[in-house]
C-alpha cells in the first residue's frame, strides 16, 4: 500500500489472511443454495461514464470534436410554476434561476459543414477537420491571444514583507486603503458612482480557449471606502471560508435586478486546514463582546466612540460600552493595546463559550456504528475491511477527555447488539429476532466508554468478519437497525455510521428496485432521483432533534437507492441532509481489489479522525435590507437565519441566497455567520466569521466586482435544486438561460458598438462560460441515457454540499503534461514555501494531447494517467518500471514505487491531489491508468473530461459560444 501522508496514520486496507480465507467472493447469484464463485472469477465493474462505442479497435486518434450527432433541444424557457423546495425556501422560490421565461431562442442544429465561431456569417460552411493530438484546431481560435490572467494577491492574506506582529497590520498604511488585488480600484468614489462610470475590462469568449492561469485567480478584490478599525488586510474572512458572489454589491434590488447576476454567500466555516494553512485564533477572555441590539460580535468593522469608551456596531449602529479588559490585564497588572487584539483584526476568529452558552453539559463524542451484515455484504469483503480499519484507527478517535463512547449494531434480517462491559473479556452477543417490538437488551452495556472498553472493543472487531462468514441472509432491515440506534443514543446525541450493502428489504423501510434504464436520460428521469418513501426524511429529522447526525456508507453491485438513503435535496429529505452528515458510494466494492479496500479504509478512517463540531447551530446576520431567501446544504433549518446540525461537517459547504428588501444607504454591507458547536474535548466554543462588502450605486462596479467561481458554484446549487424538484432537461435550461441573459445584457450595456462575430464578456467573468459548459457535460446534469441513477443521485448529493474549491475542479479537472518532469527538475518537490510545485497547467482539449508525452488529470474523485501510444519509454520506465508500453497494467490499479527520482516526483503529485481531497471533502482519489491504444471504455471515460472537445451529444467550447452568440443576438434584436 502506497504510503500517504495522511495524519500520520496508515489504516490496514485489507483483512488479514485468516479472514480472508473466510470471506467468499459474491457469487452475483440471488439464489443463495448456489455456490460462491471462486475468487478467479471477474467482478463486477463500476459504472464507467462513456459514450456509446460501435464495436471496433481503437483509432488512432480520438476524434474529439468531430462525429456530429443530435445536439440536445432547442433551448427554451423555463417554466415558472415548478414546485420549491419546502425547507430550502424562504418566503419563496430561489430568485433569478429561470424565474423569467426565456426567449424561444432556436439552437442551431449542427452537422458537417458548421461554420466555426469567427468565420463571418455569409462565408460559406467549411468541412470540419478531425481534431489531432498537439495540432490547433484551424479556425477555432483564430488570432488568439496568449494565456494571460491576474497578478492580485489573494484576498485575506498577509502582504510579502510584513512586519512581524498582529498579521495583517502594516506600519504606515493609509485609513481606508485596503491591499490592492486583482482588478484597480474605480476612479470614481462609491458616493457617486452611475450606470455610466468606471467600465468593465471585457474580452471577447470567441478570440480563444479560456485563459488556463485564470482559473488560480483570486476574486475581484473588495475596494472599500471605509477602513476596517485597525485597517488589517485580513479583516475580511479568508474566500475559502467565506465568499460572497459580488463583492460591489448593489444598493437596491433594481440594481441587482438588471445585472441579471445572481446574488449570495459561500460559506465553509468548519473547513479543514490544508498544510501550510494559518490556525484560526482562540480567544478565551472573561466576556464575548457582543452589541446589545442585534447580538452580533464586535469585529474589525466596528468604530470607537466618545474618545474609544464605546463601540459602535456595524451592523444596527448602536453604541455598546468597550469592556475594561480590553485596555488592562488584570491578571498581569498591566495595560494592554486593544488594536492588537484577534478579533479586530482578523475575519475568522474562534471564542471559547462561557457557562451561559450551554443547555446542558457539553455532549460527548459517540460512535455508534450500524453494519449490515447480509449475504452481500459479508462475501464482498465490506465487513472485514470495515471492522480492521475500525480496529486500526480506534486509538486515534478523539478521546482527550476520555468521554467518548463507542457502540456497534449489526443486521440483517434480525439485529444484533453487542455487550462491550469493560469486565468481559470476550464481547457478547445479543440477538433480537422480533422485528415488531424490538428492545434494547442491556442498554448500559451498549455503548461504553471508549477508554474503559478499548481491550473489549478490539476484541470484537478482530472476530466480527468471522461471526457472520458463513450467513445466508440476503435481506436487510435497516429501518428497524436504525430506530433501535436512535433509541440506544437519543438520550445524549451523537454520530451514527451506517455501512449498507444490500437494498432495504426487510420491515420497516423497506425498499424495492426502481432502476429503468428506459428512464434514464428521458424527462422522466427525475422520478428515480427522488425517494421512493418518506420514511427516512421524517427519521432523520427526528434525528436532528436529538442531536444525531448520520454518515452514510453505501455499497452495491447493483441498485442501492441513493435517492432515499442520502438525498441531498430539501424538500425531499433523506438521512444525511437534515442531520449534517455525508455520503459515500462505493461503486462495485470488492475488497479482493486492494484498490477498493484502501479507498474505503482511508475515507472511513479519515472520518473518524477529523476534526468533530458536535450540536451545532449556524446563525447569519447581515445589515438590514438583507433577506435570507434561500438556502442550500446539509443541515435543518430551523428559523429563518438559524441552521441546525447535529454535527458540522468539515466537508460539507453551506449557501446562502441573498435578496434586498430596501435601498442601502451605508457604504458597505456586512455579513457574519457564527457556529455555536461543542468540540472534540468538550469545550463549548463560537466560531465567528466577518464578510464587509462594498456597495455600490454603479453597474459597472458590479461587473468589476463580480466572482466567477462563487457565482458558478452557486448556480451548481441551484441546478441541483432544480433537478430534484422539476426535470433535469429543465436544470440544463436554466443554466443555459442565466449564460444568455448575463451576456445579453453586457453586451447591450457595454459593448453595443462591437462585432457580430464577438462575444464579449467582463475579464472577470471570462471562465463562466466554460464552468456551465462543465456542469452541463458532468454526471451531475449531461444528457445521456447510460449515466445509472444511482450515480447521478451521489454526485448530486455531493455537489449540494461540497465546497466551491471541489466543485470548480469537478466542473473543470486539472490536467498536466508529466513529460515536463524531464525539463524541470523543481517540478514535484516544495518550493521554498513548503508548496508543492506542479507542471503547468493545460486547457481540457485533445489539442493538449502527444502521443509520445505522459498526462495527469484529476477531477476531485479520481486521477488519470494518460499514456500516448508511443510514449518515451525512459519517462515510462521511470514512471511504471517497464520497458514497453504493453506490459503497463490499465485501468484501476496502484503506481509502483521505484528508486527513482521521476517515480518519487510523480508520486508527490499523486500524494498530494490525495491528501487535498482527503481533507477537502473526505475522498481518496483512485488512481486509473489508461492507455491511448488500450481498452476503448477507459479511453473514452478519460476523453470525456476534455471539456472544451465534444461529447457524445454536447458541444464543444467552441460550438457552445457560437450558441449562445447566436441566442444573444435573438435577444438583442
Not at 264 to 270: D, N, R
Amino acid at each position: 500500500m502506497p504510503s500517504l501522508p495522511y495524519q500520520g496514520f496508515r489504516p490496514q486496507v485489507t483483512p488479514d489472511q485468516n479472514t480472508l480465507a473466510n470471506v467468499p467472493v459474491n457469487s452475483g447469484l440471488q439464489n443463495q443454495n448456489f455456490a460462491a464463485k471462486p475468487p478467479t472469477q471477474p467482478q463486477p465493474r463500476p459504472f464507467i461514464p462513456q459514450p456509446s462505442l460501435p464495436n471496433q479497435p481503437a483509432p488512432n486518434y480520438p476524434q474529439a470534436n468531430t462525429n456530429y450527432g443530435q445536439i440536445p433541444q432547442p433551448f427554451t424557457g423555463i417554466n415558472q410554476n415548478q414546485p420549491t423546495r419546502e425547507a430550502n425556501q424562504v418566503n419563496g422560490a430561489s430568485a433569478n434561476f429561470g424565474a423569467q421565461p426565456a426567449p424561444a431562442f432556436k439552437v442551431p442544429q449542427p452537422s458537417f459543414g458548421v461554420p466555426q465561431p469567427n468565420y463571418p456569417a455569409n462565408q460559406p460552411s467549411q468541412p470540419v477537420q478531425p481534431v489531432q493530438y498537439g495540432v490547433p484546431q484551424p479556425n477555432a481560435y483564430p488570432n488568439a491571444p496568449q494565456p494571460g490572467g491576474y497578478n492580485g494577491m489573494q484576498p485575506g492574506q498577509p502582504q510579502p514583507g510584513m512586519q512581524p506582529g498582529i498579521q495583517g497590520i502594516q506600519p504606515g498604511m493609509q485609513p481606508g486603503v485596503q491591499p490592492q488585488m486583482g482588478f484597480a480600484p474605480p476612479v470614481n468614489g462609491f458616493q457617486n458612482m452611475s450606470i455610466g462610470g468606471t467600465q468593465p475590462t471585457g474580452i471577447n469568449l470567441m478570440a480563444g480557449p479560456p485563459a488556463i492561469d485564470s482559473f488560480a485567480a483570486p476574486p475581484p478584490p473588495l475596494n472599500i471606502k471605509q477602513p476596517s478599525v485597525t485597517q488589517s488586510a485580513t479583516a475580511n474572512s479568508d474566500p475559502l471560508y467565506k465568499r460572497c458572489t459580488l463583492n460591489a454589491f448593489p444598493n437596491s434590488s433594481q440594481l441587482l435586478g438588471k445585472s441579471k447576476l445572481p446574488l449570495g454567500i459561500m460559506l465553509t466555516p468548519f473547513r479543514q486546514l490544508l498544510p501550510g494553512d494559518p490556525e484560526v485564533p482562540v480567544i478565551q477572555s472573561p466576556q464575548i463582546v457582543r452589541c446589545r441590539r442585534c447580538r452580533s460580535y464586535i469585529n474589525p468593522w466596528v468604530q470607537f466612540v466618545e474618545q474609544g469608551t464605546r463601540w459602535k456596531c456595524n451592523m444596527c449602529s448602536l453604541s455598546n460600552d468597550v469592556p475594561s479588559f480590553f485596555d488592562w490585564d488584570q491578571d498581569n497588572r498591566n495595560r494592554v493595546d486593544r488594536m492588537a487584539r484577534p478579533e479586530l483584526n482578523l475575519g475568522v476568529v474562534e471564542y471559547i463559550a462561557p457557562q451561559e452558552y450551554m443547555i446542558r453539559p457539553p455532549q460527548p463524542v459517540v460512535f455508534l456504528f450500524v453494519i449490515d451484515v447480509s449475504q452481500g455484504a459479508v462475501q464482498s469483503g465490506m465487513v472485514a475491511t470495515a471492522a480492521n480499519a475500525i480496529l486500526e484507527t480506534i486509538d486515534k478517535i478523539p478521546n482527550t477527555d476520555d468521554r467518548t463512547k463507542i457502540g456497534f449494531i449489526t443486521f440483517d434480517t434480525s439485529i444484533h447488539f453487542y455487550n462491550l462491559n469493560s469486565h468481559l473479556s470476550e464481547p457478547q452477543v445479543l440477538i433480537v429476532p422480533d422485528l415488531e417490538q424490538p428492545f434494547l437488551p442491556l442498554p448500559y452495556d451498549l455503548l461504553v466508554p471508549l477508554s474503559e472498553s478499548r481491550n473489549v472493543v478490539k476484541a470484537l472487531l478482530r472476530k466480527l468478519p468471522s461471526l457472520y462468514g458463513t450467513t445466508f441472509q440476503s435481506l436487510s432491515a435497516t429501518g428497524k437497525a436504525l430506530r433501535s440506534a436512535e433509541k440506544l443514543i437519543g438520550a445524549i446525541g451523537g454520530k451514527i455510521i451506517l455501512l449498507q450493502h444490500a437494498l432495504p428489504t426487510h420491515d420497516e423501510g423497506w425498499l424495492k428496485v426502481r432502476e429503468d434504464p428506459k428512464l434514464l436520460g428521458t424527462p422522466k428521469e427525475v422520478a428515480l432521483l427522488q425517494p421512493a418513501i418518506t420514511f427516512y426524511k421524517t427519521f432523520a429529522v427526528d434525528c436532528s432533534g436529538a442531536q444525531i447526525s448520520l454518515d452514510i456508507f453505501l455499497f452495491n453491485e447493483k441498485y442501492a437507492d441513493v435517492a432515499t438513503l442520502s438525498n441531498n435535496c430539501l424538500i425531499l429529505g433523506g438521512l444525511a441532509k437534515f442531520t449534517g452528515g455525508g455520503v459515500y458510494y462505493y461503486q462495485g466494492f470488492n475488497a479482493s481489489k486492494g484498490e477498493d479496500a484502501m479507498k474505503f479504509s482511508y475515507e472511513l478512517s479519515h472520518l473518524l479522525t477529523r476534526p468533530l463540531g458536535l450540536e451545532a447551530v449556524i446563525r447569519i446576520r447581515s445589515t438590514k435590507a438583507i433577506k435570507m431567501s434561500a438556502f442550500h446544504g446539509n443541515f435543518f433549518l430551523r428559523s429563518a437565519d438559524l441552521l441546525a446540525l447535529p454535527n458540522v461537517n468539515p466537508d460539507n459547504a453551506y449557501t446562502v441566497e441573498l435578496q434586498i428588501l430596501e435601498d442601502i444607504k451605508t457604504p458597505s454591507i456586512c455579513f457574519q455567520t457564527a457556529v455555536l458547536y461543542t468540540s472534540s474535548s468538550g469545550e463549548r466554543r463560537i466560531r465567528v466569521l466577518t464578510l464587509n462588502v462594498p456597495v455600490t450605486t454603479s453597474l459597472s462596479e458590479v461587473y468589476i466586482g463580480a466572482d466567477q467561481a462563487a457565482i458558478a458554484a452557486l448556480l451548481v446549487k441551484k441546478a441541483v435544486d432544480r433537478s430534484l424538484t422539476s426535470k433535469i432537461e429543465d436544470a440544463r435550461d436554466a443554466l443555459t438561460y442565466k449564460l444568455t441573459e448575463i451576456l445579453t445584457f453586457y453586451k447591450q450595456q457595454f459593448n453595443q458598438a462591437t462585432h457580430p462575430q464577438q462575444l464579449m464578456i467582463a475579464e472577470n467573468l471570462r471562465l463562466l462560460p466554460i464552468y456551465i459548459l462543465g456542469m452541463l457535460k458532468n454526471l451531475c446534469f449531461r444528457d445521456s441515457s447510460v449515466i445509472p441513477s444511482d450515480l447521478r443521485s451521489y454526485m448530486l448529493a455531493l455537489h449540494y454540499a461540497a465546497c466551491p474549491e471541489f466543485q470548480l475542479d469537478n466542473l473543470y479537472p486539472r490536467f498536466w503534461n508529466l513529460s515536463s518532469l524531464l525539463a524541470d527538475p523543481a517540478i514535484g518537490k516544495k518550493d521554498e514555501n513548503g508548496k508543492l510545485v506542479y507542471p503547468q497547467r493545460l486547457n481540457l482539449s485533445s489539442e493538449k494531447l502527444d502521443r509520445t508525452g505522459i498526462f495527469l488529470l484529476e477531477n476531485g474523485l479520481q486521477t488519470f494517467i494518460w499514456i500516448g501510444r508511443n510514449a518515451d519509454l525512459s519517462l515510462l520506465a521511470n514512471v511504471f518500471g517497464q520497458q514497453s508500453l504493453d506490459q503497463v497494467v490499465c485501468g484501476k490499479t496502484t503506481l509502483p514505487r521505484l528508486e527513482n527520482d521521476i517515480n518519487a516526483r510523480v508520486y508527490a503529485l499523486i500524494d498530494d491531489i490525495r491528501l487535498t481531497r482527503l481533507l477537502q471533502a473526505t475522498i481518496h482519489s483512485q488512481l486509473y491508468v489508461v492507455r491511448e491504444d488500450g481498452d476503448p471504455s477507459l479511453r473514452m471515460w478519460f476523453l470525456s473530461h476534455l471539456i472544451e472537445d465534444r461529447i457524445e451529444k454536447l458541444l464543444s467550447y467552441p460550438q457552445f459560444l457560437a450558441t449562445i452568440r447566436e441566442n444573444v443576438q435573438k435577444a438583442k434584436s
